[in-house]
């Protein structure tokens, strides 16, 4: 039952470094999402994702990509890492609109 | 926007009490709201989702409404426990998948 994996759990990066966080799904849910979790603003939405080949952006997509050529995996991409990005970054997925969204355990990523 | 409000920001009760969490949103064109609890340095678990049409769901001594007309849901956590201490976020749903996410009401309970 493995659910939600991400990958790396921690990373330190250098500013404007790039790297790809991992996101992989074995439910077969439609619905992905990236959000990132600051001290006191909560969790806010990236990217998201109703299935293979379509993406949206959420409330703060500026200096992510991500792309969802499978069902089963939703990488973000950090172009140029910067300072401001340092958080702790959750993928979550979900069946579909109406049922619950299950979250991975977060990568906490520190940029220098 | 949609804005979610999440009231209080902290709550400290003794082991056994009875209590009541907050969240309220202020567009009421939910597709539903899911409750979450965060242990410290974790993701997040799933405890409730209501729908759009329902009222209240149940699940243990968990007890969540919703009032989507005046924007509002909470969550009643029954004979509070130690083990319940964490951090509780509320979520409100669009049918296209988004969510948006309250700040959290972190809990205590004193043994």
């Known amino acids: 039952n493995a659910g939600v994996t991400q990958t790396p759990k921690f990373q330190v990066l250098k500013t404007g470094q790039s790297m790809t966080l991992q996101c992989a799904q074995d439910?077969?849910?439609?619905?992905m999402s990236w959000y990132r979790q600051d001290p006191g603003m909560g969790l806010r939405l990236i990217h998201y994702s109703v299935g293979a080949g379509i993406t949206d952006q959420g409330e703060v997509p500026n200096g992510y990509n991500v792309s969802r050529s499978t069902t089963e995996d939703f990488p973000l991409r950090l172009l140029s890492a910067a300072p401001s990005q340092t958080s702790v970054y959750f993928c979550a997925s979900r069946p579909n609109s109406g049922s619950e969204a299950f979250f991975g355990q977060g990568t906490r990523l520190t940029v220098v | 926007k949609q804005e979610v409000t999440q009231i209080p920001a902290a709550l400290s009760v003794p082991e056994g009490e009875n209590l009541v969490l907050n969240c309220s949103f202020t567009?009421?064109?939910?597709?539903?709201l899911q409750w979450f609890r965060q242990d410290p340095g974790k993701g997040l678990t799933s405890l409730l989702l209501i729908q759009s049409s329902q009222r209240e769901q149940t699940s243990g001594r968990l007890n969540a409404s919703l009032d989507k007309s005046s924007g509002r849901s909470t969550l009643y956590i029954a004979a509070s426990q130690p083990g319940d201490s964490a951090t509780y976020l509320c979520a409100a749903n669009t049918n296209a998948g988004k969510s948006t996410f309250g700040d959290g009401t972190t809990l205590t309970v004193k043994p």
């Open positions: 439910m077969n849910h439609e619905y």
């Open positions: 567009d009421s064109a939910i597709y539903n």
